[in-house]
């Protein structure tokens, strides 16, 4: 059997969890820069807050119904995260960490372990711990565990959290109720072109053919339909290194001149090669990317990418600096106000297997230096060892005019009591 942990209301609740006396009170939190609404409570969702909505547009909604607004605490979500899986990692051995507040867990010889009784007992441990509340639902495969979960969310008074479909008669059932649109995995062009066929429901999905299915959805949703069956073709993910790994943002001002832009982009590049070392890879692919401001209709328009091959696998932030300016130089025009810039590095490699060629190598140099310079940021502050093209007086500071402390990684920001 396999379980799915969701944190309800993540963002929501980890705000609640300092502050009480937010329980019941509708709260969004914002995207970077303060820009759009990325996640709500259940009473901000009952107020008509859409997700994704631009938070000046809905500023007058805010005030007229007292919602809390927060600006995306990363370090906060972060770390609350990290109690949250750690916990559940002493309930099974097998635990993939989905996303920030997601996780599956395997039940492989538990047959004579009450399952309800166990979901409960995680369920009121993770609150306990961390004060954040789950929900959690059980099934024989990883995708109707997804929907076990989602009765579980959906219907909290009936289900007390935990849902358990451990029969076809519940599997049917909850097949029948979600529409195919809720299914894990199915798209939003997928579930149009299927309600074209008059395939609502979980249930007409199943009852299509494999071939139509693989046809249409190719074998991903052939995957998936054998899932919803009851049969398991998705196993745990263990390990998962990104595949990919981009660092892009908005500027606080347009810029123009290519001075300013080679620095953004440079530090850009900075922040991926040091989540490339802290994952032990290498990158042999980059993509730069530069577009000027799109909601100033009286200004000219551009945007461009460039794509850079390196010539050995590297994670040297020296190396990944010199391609990402050597893209920008490609790619940068003048006479245009720039707003938003990203590196992106792909083509990503095991550090420990990276194969070199035969008249180009990495300095070795860089080795010794990466780790001497990780060291210090890590010890006496991030961002203090900086590169020749960056600004040394610049940090990098986002609009967050509603930030809440970071009680839990900041020494100077946790709540004192008098």
Known sequence: MY?????????????????????NVPIVVL??????????????????VPMGAPAFKFKELFEKNNIQVFSSNYALYGDMSHRVMSLLTTYSPEIEIYSIDEAFL??????????????????????KGTGIPISIGIAPTKAL????????????????????MDTDEKRMKALNWLAVEDIWGIGRKHSQRLNAYNINTAYDFINLHDDWVRKQLSVVGLRLKH?????????????????????TRTFEGMLTDFESIKERVSTFAVSCSEKLRKQQSCCNVLMVFLHSNWHRKDLPQYSKNIVVKTLYPTNSSID???????????????????????????????????????????????????????????????????????????????????????????????????
């Open 320 to 418: 990944i600096i010199k391609y990402a300016v050597q893209g920008l130089e490609h790619i940068y025009k003048k006479g245009y106000h720039y707003k938003k810039a990203g590196v992106l590095v792909m083509g990503i490699t095991p550090e420990a297997t990276k194969q070199f060629t035969l008249f180009s190598s990495e300095n070795p140099k860089h080795i010794p230096l990466m780790k001497t310079i990780d060291r210090l940021n890590t010890s006496i502050g991030q961002h203090k060892v900086k590169f020749g093209s960056q600004d040394i007086g610049r940090t990098w500071k986002m609009k967050q005019e509603k930030l809440s402390p970071r009680y839990t990684t900041k020494l100077d920001e946790v709540i004192a009591i008098y």
């Open 145 to 164: 565990s997804k929907v076990a979960n989602r009765i579980a969310k959906k219907f909290p008074k009936q289900t007390g959290g935990v849902y358990i």
């Open 31 to 48: 995207s970077n820069n303060d820009g759009c609404v990325i996640a709500r409570s259940n009473e901000a969702k009952t107020l008509g």
């Open 106 to 127: 395997q039940f492989k010889g538990f047959e004579l372990i009450d399952l309800q009784t166990y979901a409960e007992t995680i369920k009121k441990a993770v609150d």
């Open 3 to 23: 379980a799915l942990i969701d944190c309800n209301n993540f963002h929501a609740s980890c705000e609640r969890v300092f502050r009480p006396n937010l329980r």
């Open 227 to 247: 899932e919803l069956e009851g049969k398991p073709t998705l196993s745990l993910e263990i390990v998962k290194n990104k595949k990919a790994i981009a660092t």
